[in-house]
């Protein structure tokens, strides 16, 4: 099965590309997986190495693609301007200021198109459980109404599913089924404040260090806090 996975150089998506390559991903046996990532302007850009590095040990195909000229028409977010970024877990209020508007939904339009050209067979994204507490567009509800809508928008020219293997999974499911499918997490990036090493204290970095906690598997993430 040929896939279009949408992948940032994060711990979840660099997974869920390792996953859904190999044997036992409940798809289906030796997956081609298309490496797409994207460029929203970004303050954590660096992200965008890591993907690259995930496509490279794939030995996939790799893209990225710009879409930095959209960043003032969806700003708002300390992920793309200049506000700072919140410290804490994801449950709490302040982590809404690291919403961009709309993103999911932009970026697997772009993936859709880009799957019909090439005919492929699916789209991945690895929104995760841990993802539902303030992203509208990360939730089984979204997924579901976007495939629908998909359905309908390439109808008598494709036919690719919408994949999203983790989004009942936690965070510390994701650092397990990494570790089993062998990947190597000092290559995959999470923190947003963009930093020479993760800083320790945004919600991602938090999240990050809890979730291989609670998966028991040692976290090779240097930390500044």
């Not at 390792?18 to 997956?31: D, I, M, Q, S």
């Not at 690895?126 to 976007?146: E, L, M, N, Q, T």
Request: proline fraction near 4%; aromatic fraction near 8%.
């Amino acid at each position: 099965m040929k896939i279009i996975a949408i992948v940032s150089g994060g711990l979840d998506s660099v997974t869920m590309a390792h996953v859904l390559a190999k044997r036992g991903t409940g798809y289906r046996p030796e997956n081609e997986v298309h490496v797409l990532s994207f460029d929203y302007g970004q303050r954590h850009k660096k992200e965008l190495e890591y993907a690259k590095q995930c496509a490279a040990d794939l030995d996939s195909p790799f893209d990225i693609i710009d879409l930095s000229s959209l960043t003032k028409y969806i700003g708002g977010s300390s992920l793309t301007d200049d506000i700072a970024v919140p410290d804490g877990h994801y449950a709490e209020e302040n982590m809404k200021i690291t919403v961009v508007p709309n993103r999911n939904a932009i970026m697997l339009s772009i993936a859709y198109g880009v799957a019909v050209a090439c005919q492929a067979d699916a789209v991945a994204i690895a929104v995760h459980a841990g993802d539902h507490f303030i992203y509208p567009d990360c939730r089984p509800k979204f997924i579901s109404a976007f495939e629908q809508m998909e359905n309908a928008a390439i109808e008598g020219f494709g036919n690719a599913r919408l994949l999203a293997p983790f989004i009942n999974s936690t965070k510390s499911d994701i650092v397990e089924a990494g570790y089993n499918a062998g990947v190597s997490f000092s290559k995959t990036w999470s923190c947003y404040k963009g930093g020479e090493i993760h800083c320790g204290t945004c919600g991602t970095c938090v999240e990050r260090k809890e979730a291989f906690l609670l998966a028991g598997v040692e976290d090779p993430t240097i930390y500044l806090r």
